[in-house]
């Protein structure tokens, strides 16, 4: 169990942990360089990755090449390094989620659709910001923070300082961080008519996983977003943010609450988010996480694609 006491925190100071800790300072001493030079580094550091970090750019170009079955293996090679580099530029801007300042960030962020947080809201019943694991996930949900409160759903991290530091940084940004397995807390986090961050898209093999389709591939999936939904009467509200070009900032875009959701099943309300997915995947494939072993799980008898 993680907690913030003394004793605890001495035993961070191990060589074990050395590693991450100089993450860390270097996380911290980026985000004072200016915009421009903090994306340079994203940018070397995703280079460097693309070339050190072999098993991820196999993992990456696997996921590609099942997902755009289009693109011959010039134009997939582009989009591994491309995504490399928005791995990179992720770090840099995890970096900014928990320690930048608010006055650079507003500067940055161009933010469209409140309406329809709003809307949600004024149900009494809560919001679930439906999001996905885009490499600038963490720096849009600080982006969204600026100016409404909402919980996070979050999974913990193996390593237990990094865990810790990631998730007083949440609680700070994000007033709660709920671990993913916490469904008490979640759903009382809607009955207080507060807005729950949740992106359902990784590999799930627990028992509340389906098979749905993710860009026509049967992918193991986490149906709980249906059923939470059901539960507590919340709003669903698809939640996304856009790295723009040019280092021009961040688009954070709040769509309409779903319509019609849930419906009659979880397996076809799963379906529906991942076909909601893709859509938004499609504009911007190279900042969608790729290096993550999304089908990871397969049906039975079937080979998995990283082997």
């Keep these: ?34 915009f421009p030079w903090q994306m340079a580094v994203g940018n070397l550091i995703g280079r460097l990755s693309y070339r050190l970090v072999r098993r991820r750019r196999r993992i990456a ?31 840099v801007e995890t970096a900014l989620c928990w320690w930048g300042r608010e006055s650079q960030l507003h500067r940055k962020r161009i933010l469209l659709g409140t309406e329809h947080l709003q809307r949600g ?13 885009f490499t600038t996930l963490e720096l849009g949900g600080r982006l969204l923070a600026l100016d409404t409160p909402f919980h996070v759903l979050y999974r913990q991290h193996k390593n237990p300082l990094f865990e810790t530091v990631m998730r007083r940084a949440r ?61 507590s009467g919340a709003a669903v509200v698809p939640f996304f943010q856009m790295r723009l070009p040019g280092n ?24 529906r988010i991942n076909r909601l997915l893709e859509t938004v995947i499609r504009e911007m494939p190279e900042q969608y996480l790729w290096i993550h072993r999304r089908f990871k799980t397969r049906p039975q008898g079937e080979p998995c694609p990283y082997s």
């Design 121 to 133: 809201l004024a149900q009494g019943k809560g919001v679930i910001l439906l999001s996905a694991h």
């Design 171 to 231: 609680q700070r940004r994000f007033k709660k961080a709920i671990p993913r397995n916490n469904t008490r807390v979640l759903l009382a986090s809607l009955k207080d008519n507060m807005p729950v961050w949740y992106a359902p898209d990784q590999n799930h093999a627990g028992p509340q996983a389906v098979f749905v389709p993710f860009f026509g591939i049967p992918a193991s999936t986490l149906a709980a977003t249906s059923r939470i939904a059901k539960i």
């Design 248 to 271: 021009q900032g961040y688009l954070v875009m709040l769509c309409p609450a779903l319509a019609d959701f849930p419906g009659h099943d979880a397996e076809t309300d799963t379906a």
């Design 61 to 91: 170009e696997a996921n590609i090449r099942l997902c755009f079955t289009d693109l011959g293996t010039a134009l997939v090679d582009e989009l591994v390094k491309a995504h490399f580099l928005s791995v990179g530029k992720g770090i």
């Design 1 to 34: 169990m993680y907690t913030d006491s003394p004793a605890w925190w001495l035993a961070f100071l191990g060589p074990r942990f050395w590693p991450t800790w100089l993450l860390f300072g270097f996380m911290r001493l980026v985000i004072w360089l200016p």
